[in-house]
């Protein structure tokens, strides 16, 4: 019996590091509509006009997670409640297993990217055809680059936000649940770490608005210098009409002689909740973005 529950093991390791290979492939390619193309001069508007794209990707995340129930073994060793986050789980073995493997490749040289789980982060050896590591511009300090938020967005994630958008029940697609919550927590991760260009771009546009502060450590000021209301209201608002649109639910008739009729979402239901990603924004994303961008600029001059 034992033997054949080690068998059984492996198999399912083996399983999750396919998953985490062809998962790896995903998040390369949601990561290319990067603001910096590398070569892009960061300003206050690039920064808002990349801000702006990733919502449409985290909205569908969401849309994507939801397509499954909860699973909630899928986050605990046992059969717990489903507010349980165990450390054995197999959602917290994938991300790990994942962001190892993604990190071998080079995923987290990007200074826009920053795992979960900062392990065993060393690119591999290229093979002699493959391309040389991209330089990426080093734009951000480096005394206050190194601001994180990770925990926070793992525990809002799996605290709050995974019982929002998904129904009660068990379909026992767990692998492919961890993988729709590692690519909503990576584009999540990178939209609130964003604050941290947000915030080199905002000093140095107009570094004596900051330096007082920033001497002083007072960081209540400096949370009122990097609000702006309008823009936030503004944000909420079309994070909600995009979940009401990309969410709909699209039926076609065919029938009838005149041609194809569509009917968008008559009965008024949604595959996420709209005001389930006006909340994320509300009351995590923007907070969170404001946290990182004031704990980098109270290490900036570091």
Same mark, same amino acid.
């Given at each position: 019996?034992?033997?054949? #529950? ?47 794209? %990733? ?16 699973? #909630? ?17 197999? +959602?917290?073995?994938?991300?790990? @297993?994942?962001? +190892?493997? %993604? ?9 826009? @990217? ?6 065993? =982060? ?15 511009? %080093? ?35 767990? &692998?492919?649940?961890?993988? #729709?919550?590692?690519?909503?927590? %990576? ?60 969410? &709909? ?49 109270? =290490?900036?001059?570091?």
């Amino acid at each position: 019996m034992r033997m054949a #529950s080690l068998r059984t093991d492996s198999r399912e390791l083996q399983l999750l590091l396919s998953l985490s290979l062809i998962l790896c492939i995903i998040c390369f390619i949601s990561g290319c509509d990067s603001s910096e193309s590398n070569n892009t001069i960061f300003t206050i508007d690039s920064l808002r006009d990349s801000l702006e794209k %990733q919502e449409d990707f985290i909205v569908f995340c969401l849309i994507e997670r939801a397509r499954f129930p909860h699973n #909630s073994p899928a986050y605990s060793s046992s059969s717990g409640g489903r507010r349980v986050m165990s450390s054995s789980s197999l +959602a917290e073995l994938f991300v790990r @297993e994942t962001e +190892a493997i %993604q990190a071998k490749f080079g995923r987290y040289q990007n200074p826009e @990217e920053l795992p979960f789980f900062p392990h065993d =982060h060393t690119p591999i050896q290229a093979a002699a055809e493959a391309p040389p590591p991209f330089k990426f511009p %080093q734009f951000l300090d480096p005394a206050a680059s190194s601001v994180n938020v990770s925990r926070d967005i793992w525990n809002i994630y799996f605290g709050d936000l995974l019982q929002l958008i998904t129904t009660d029940g068990d379909d026992g697609n767990y &692998q492919q649940a961890a993988a #729709s919550d590692l690519v909503c927590l %990576q584009a999540l991760s990178k939209r609130i770490h964003y604050g941290r260009f947000v915030a080199e771009v905002k000093f140095r546009d107009s570094p004596s608005t900051y330096i007082p502060a920033i001497h002083a450590k007072d960081s209540e000021t400096l949370t009122e210098l990097v609000t702006s209301k309008a823009v936030e209201e503004t944000v909420i608002e079309r994070v909600k009409k995009k979940a009401e649109v990309f969410g &709909q639910t699209v039926t076609v008739d065919t029938g009838g002689v005149s041609g194809v009729a569509m009917d968008v979402n008559a009965t008024n239901t949604y595959k996420v909740d709209p005001s389930v990603a006006s909340k994320l924004y509300a009351e995590w994303v923007i907070p969170l973005t404001k946290q990182v961008e004031v704990d980098y600029l109270l =290490h900036r001059l570091d």
